[in-house]
């Protein structure tokens, strides 16, 4: 059995966790590669994480593309702040 995905050829490229600690709060990243969060604890940013996934499942496509030309804007290393 292979481990690539379906449709695709190669196998799928290494993959970092979506949840990290640092400082002692608790962030996830999206796909786009932004951080979320300050959370409190793990479990906090889990279902924030599961939160942000309903949402991009559910949103318009519209809202979605202003969501990741939002994202895009906000450059790498900023870290939006929960709700944002």
Do not use: C, V
């Not at 970092?16 to 300050?38: C, D, I, K, Q, V």
């Amino acid at each position: 059995m292979s481990d690539n995905r379906l449709g695709e050829d190669a196998p799928p490229p290494k993959r970092s966790p979506r949840l990290y600690e640092e400082n002692g709060e608790w962030y996830f990243r999206t796909r786009e590669g932004a951080a979320m969060g300050p959370y409190a604890t793990r479990e906090e940013a889990e279902q924030g994480l599961a939160d942000f996934i309903e949402f991009i499942q559910l949103a318009p496509l519209d809202t979605f593309a202003s969501f990741t030309d939002a994202l895009s804007e906000d450059g790498e290393g900023e870290q939006p702040q929960e709700g944002d």
